[in-house]
């Protein structure tokens, strides 16, 4: 489906607000969707428990990928005016089958990476109220943070951007502390660059976590997401995107570096085996002072909570766009009318978070090993996966229209990050056990979830093509400028 083939918008169709976003708005959903602290203090010491001390370098080769990615991306920006992010560049450069394959992919993983992120919040805060004598259920906190992400989302991405903007500071802002004060004493043994060693780097271990690695930049796909709703796209979102993934790669890797520092390279490891989830935030009790490992704590949970605030936005514009599409009921597509936030969709993902929360919940099912790990794990699996496919999409696309403008290096770009992230699924799949900590009978099914779903999608596809051949006609989104 060509660009000058995609179908007129409806009349009376909803629309997102445009000109709400400028820059800075949309990078600090993207960073916030990434959920700095959260990377840092929660899933850091795993990776460095696994990979070693070279730990720190899957962020940085993990950003390098997707700057790379983002180039062969963000081409297509010009030239594809349909929202709906990943999805609509599939469905353009490898038809409506595809596309809608590619959009349940991208339904699921999102759903899946938001919903397994409040067992990490209602452990956390367990675990902080827990240590002023306070017992509450980790359901409990966790429901709290599923409604207190809807009203903010419902207030309109305006609020939204705003309160990412402030927990984004404040977290980014104590572990920048951290750090300084690491390299200022100069650590425990000195500072050393052992992170840097090729003997450390190439080992069985830091293959194990290169998943880790990318799963720290899950979200950046957002960009797209907030097309209509940027302040002039053509220029915003490829800038909104360069920043995102640079800023994430060099301060990951630093912050987790220091944090190597802190402890010292001879102890970090077996110190990450001892208090896998308190190793950072004890350092920087040791290094900042008791208020410092509080703080920490504090953060952690508004951490999680922009994390979850900025993946509801982008669940939401998904599940508008393909609402407004057709493929999902048109109910889903309804926008408040003072704010003009996607409440039909904002609301359809809050009733399925409380649903999936109060099944792990109702079965005493541990949040943290089993909520976050084996929610979590397939939504990484499968946004790289829709990663893949968009490099594809990118090849086919300009091949078939060489009269494009387009710079040189963008299809090579494409085969490279392609290759890469298929390599990455591949190591994902072989140690995915490292990540859910699960057997092999529950490892296989959520492996399965990825292809399934997109099987699901292509299917549904060609009976659409028959029997609802107008739905058929809307997959892939509508012309921006079909509306404007």
């Given at each position: 489906?060509?660009?000058?083939?995609?179908?007129?918008?409806?009349?009376?169709?909803?629309?997102?607000?445009?000109?709400?976003?400028?820059?800075?708005?949309?990078?600090?959903?993207?960073?916030?969707?990434?959920?700095?602290?959260?990377?840092?203090?929660?899933?850091?010491?795993?990776?460095?428990?696994?990979?070693?001390v070279s730990a720190p370098l899957v962020y940085t080769f993990a950003g390098i990928v997707l700057a790379v990615f983002a180039v062969a991306f963000m081409a297509m920006?010009?030239?594809?005016?349909?929202?709906?992010?990943?999805?609509?560049?599939?469905?353009?450069?490898?038809?409506?089958?595809?596309?809608?394959?590619?959009?349940?992919?991208?339904?699921?993983?999102?759903?899946?990476?938001?919903?397994?992120?409040?067992?990490?919040?209602?452990?956390?805060?367990?675990?902080?109220?827990?240590?002023?004598?306070?017992?509450?259920?980790?359901?409990?906190?966790?429901?709290?943070?599923?409604?207190?992400?809807?009203?903010?989302?419902?207030?309109?991405?305006?609020?939204?951007?705003?309160?990412?903007?402030?927990?984004?500071?404040?977290?980014?802002?104590?572990?920048?502390?951290?750090?300084?004060?690491?390299?200022?004493?100069?650590?425990?043994?000195?500072?050393?660059?052992?992170?840097?060693?090729?003997?450390?780097?190439?080992?069985?271990?830091?293959?194990?976590?290169?998943?880790?690695?990318?799963?720290?930049?899950?979200?950046?796909?957002?960009?797209?997401?907030?097309?209509?709703?940027?302040?002039?796209?053509?220029?915003?979102?490829?800038?909104?995107?360069?920043?995102?993934?640079?800023?994430?790669?060099?301060?990951?890797?630093?912050?987790?570096?220091?944090?190597?520092?802190?402890?010292?390279?001879?102890?970090?490891?077996?110190?990450?085996?001892?208090?896998?989830?308190?190793?950072?935030?004890?350092?920087?009790?040791?290094?900042?002072?008791?208020?410092?490992?509080?703080?920490?704590?504090?953060?952690?949970?508004?951490?999680?909570?922009?994390?979850?605030?900025?993946?509801?936005?982008?669940?939401?514009?998904?599940?508008?766009?393909?609402?407004?599409?057709?493929?999902?009921?048109?109910?889903?597509?309804?926008?408040?009318?003072?704010?003009?936030?996607?409440?039909?969709?904002?609301?359809?993902?809050?009733?399925?978070?409380?649903?999936?929360?109060?099944?792990?919940?109702?079965?005493?099912?541990?949040?943290?090993?089993?909520?976050?790990?084996?929610?979590?794990?397939?939504?990484?699996?499968?946004?790289?996966?829709?990663?893949v496919l968009t490099c594809i999409a990118v090849v086919v696309f300009f091949v078939r229209r060489p009269e494009l403008a387009r710079r040189w290096y963008v299809v090579?770009?494409?085969?490279?990050?392609?290759?890469?992230?298929?390599?990455?699924?591949?190591?994902?799949?072989?140690?995915?056990?490292?990540?859910?900590?699960?057997?092999?009978?529950?490892?296989?099914?959520?492996?399965?979830?990825?292809?399934?779903?997109?099987?699901?999608?292509?299917?549904?596809?060609?009976?659409?093509?028959?029997?609802?051949?107008?739905?058929?006609?809307?997959?892939?989104?509508?012309?921006?400028?079909?509306?404007?």
């Open positions: 489906m060509t660009t000058t083939e995609q179908p007129t918008a409806q009349v009376g169709a909803p629309h997102l607000r445009r000109n709400a976003l400028g820059t800075g708005g949309i990078v600090f959903m993207v960073i916030s969707a990434a959920a700095p602290l959260t990377i840092v203090a929660g899933v850091a010491p795993l990776a460095i428990l696994i990979g070693g920006t010009k030239y594809v005016k349909a929202l709906g992010g990943f999805y609509t560049y599939i469905t353009e450069a490898l038809g409506r089958t595809v596309g809608l394959g590619a959009s349940f992919v991208a339904l699921v993983s999102y759903n899946a990476l938001q919903i397994g992120l409040y067992g990490m919040m209602g452990a956390a805060g367990h675990d902080l109220l827990a240590s002023f004598g306070i017992d509450v259920p980790w359901w409990v906190i966790a429901a709290i943070g599923i409604a207190g992400v809807f009203v903010v989302a419902w207030r309109g991405i305006d609020v939204g951007a705003k309160v990412l903007g402030v927990l984004l500071v404040a977290e980014t802002l104590i572990l920048v502390l951290l750090a300084g004060a690491v390299l200022v004493t100069g650590g425990a043994e000195g500072i050393t660059f052992g992170t840097f060693d090729p003997a450390n780097i190439f080992t069985p271990g830091m293959f194990a976590v290169l998943g880790m690695g990318f799963a720290a930049f899950m979200g950046f796909e957002s960009t797209a997401l907030y097309r209509e709703e940027a302040r002039t796209p053509e220029r915003t979102i490829p800038r909104a995107t360069y920043i995102a993934v640079v800023f994430m790669a060099l301060f990951y890797g630093f912050i987790v570096w220091t944090v190597i520092i802190g402890v010292g390279e001879t102890n970090v490891v077996a110190a990450a085996a001892e208090d896998t989830a308190g190793l950072v935030f004890a350092t920087a009790g040791g290094y900042l002072g008791g208020w410092a490992e509080l703080v920490m704590y504090l953060l952690i949970l508004t951490s999680v909570y922009a994390s979850q605030l900025a993946f509801h936005n982008a669940i939401n514009r998904y599940t508008f766009s393909l609402a407004r599409d057709g493929v999902l009921p048109a109910r889903l597509a309804a926008l408040d009318p003072k704010t003009a936030a996607p409440v039909g969709a904002g609301l359809a993902q809050t009733i399925l978070a409380v649903v999936v929360v109060g099944v792990f919940a109702v079965f005493g099912l541990d949040p943290y090993l089993q909520l976050l790990l084996w929610v979590n794990s397939p939504g990484v699996l499968g946004i790289i996966a829709l990663q090579p770009a494409a085969v490279v990050a392609g290759l890469a992230m298929a390599a990455i699924i591949v190591l994902l799949c072989l140690t995915f056990d490292l990540l859910t900590a699960a057997g092999p009978v529950v490892n296989a099914l959520l492996i399965a979830l990825t292809p399934v779903t997109f099987l699901v999608g292509v299917v549904l596809a060609r009976v659409w093509r028959r029997t609802r051949p107008d739905v058929y006609a809307r997959i892939g989104g509508q012309r921006e400028d079909a509306h404007a």
